[in-house]
Structures are given as structure tokens and as C-alpha cells.
């Protein structure tokens, strides 16, 4: 129990996982407790069932083929009434990275390049000629590369860095703007106090 007698399953988050996230390591920063989700949708659920916060970023697009399926201003509508906002904030992402296969020489000779929709601004700079796969989270558009299912990917880099064969091209650190949600009707949820600064992750 805490200061305010809330039990410890009320002091936690739900975002999307896998482990590498972007936003897995911004829940991180702020809560003890981290409940990891398929897709910020399922994040929302959890949280809304379980009566705990969510954390999700407005650049969430999801993509099915070429079509943008979903997208955070859509998620957010699906909710009201039962989800409402209690802080938002931009924060450093992790760094991010374009990486390849050991076949590819150079980002020109990338043929594909597995992504997370948000990211497609990046493809478009570093790699405009390969062809998108579009995955739901970046640790999973490391790992095409890893079956080799794709010639490289935009990923974080701590992520890239734990496979061997993986040589990275460029580096970029972006910022991303998070909202946290609780289930509507509740009183506050312990353990959050909104960010001051920006925590240097350079």
C-alpha cells in the first residue's frame, strides 16, 4: 500500500509493447509496474479493465497494406467517455537508426525496408527507394532483418545493437509527444506527476 492506501495494482501503466519500445522505456521512466500490450487499442482495454493508466504516443498510425488502419486521433475519439487524458508531454525517443544486413553495402542498394508506419518520414529521407514493410513496433522491424525477410530497417538502436551482423547507417534522435489516459470516473491514480524537463537520453 502506498501513502494514499491505493494497492500496488493501481500504480500501473499499459503501452505498447514488445520489450524495446519506445514507449515500454517511456513507462519505464515514470511507473514501477509496466503492463505491456500487443497494440495501443489492447493498452487501453487492459488499462480501462484493470483500472490503471495508459500510455500512448500521438504518432501511433497503423497500417493495413498501404492503407493507414488506424491512428492515435481515432483512438482517442473510440474512447471517450471511458478513457480521459490526466498529462501530456514530449520526450526525447530513444535513438533511432537505420540499419542493414551484412549483404547491403550502402542505404542506395536497400531493396526493403521494414518500419513502423510513424516512422515513415525517415524511410522517405534515408532510403525513398525501398520498398515499406510495415510492422506494429520497431523491435519487430529489427527482427525482419534478422530472418532476413527485409534488407534493413529503422529501429532504435539500443535494440539493432543486440544482434550481431547489423551494421548501422545513420543515427537520429527524435522527440515524441505522449498522453497518458485512466479510466473515466476514478479519482487520481497514485504515482504520476507529469515531467518537468526532458530527460537527456543522448
Known amino acids: ?62 497500417r493495413s497494406g ?22 501530456t508531454w514530449e520526450s526525447p525517443t530513444k535513438p533511432m537508426c537505420v540499419a542493414a544486413g551484412p549483404e547491403v553495402a550502402d542505404l542506395g542498394a536497400l531493396r526493403s525496408i521494414a518500419l513502423h508506419p510513424a516512422t515513415d518520414m525517415f524511410a522517405e529521407r534515408f532510403a525513398p527507394q525501398a520498398d515499406r514493410q510495415y510492422v506494429d513496433a520497431k523491435p519487430l522491424a529489427v527482427q525482419q532483418v534478422v530472418d532476413g525477410a527485409a534488407d534493413g530497417c529503422i529501429g532504435s538502436l539500443d535494440v539493432v545493437e543486440r544482434y550481431r551482423g547489423l551494421t548501422v547507417r545513420e543515427v537520429f534522435r527524435p522527440t515524441m509527444v505522449w498522453v497518458l489516459y485512466q479510466p473515466a470516473g476514478q479519482g487520481e491514480l497514485p504515482l ?4 518537468r524537463t526532458m530527460p537527456n537520453r543522448c
Open 192 to 195: 504520476y506527476e507529469p515531467p
Open 66 to 87: 498501404a492503407a493507414v488502419s488506424d491512428l492515435w486521433v481515432n483512438l482517442h475519439f473510440r474512447h471517450l467517455g471511458r478513457m480521459r487524458i490526466v498529462g
Open 1 to 62: 500500500m502506498n501513502q494514499h492506501g491505493e494497492s500496488a495494482a493501481r500504480r500501473r501503466v499499459a503501452t505498447l509493447g514488445p520489450d524495446g519500445t519506445d514507449a515500454h522505456a517511456e513507462a519505464l521512466r515514470l511507473f514501477d509496474d509496466v503492463v505491456l500490450a500487443d497494440s495501443f487499442e489492447s493498452a487501453m482495454n487492459v488499462a480501462f479493465e484493470g483500472g490503471m493508466y495508459a500510455l500512448v504516443a500521438t504518432g501511433f498510425v497503423e
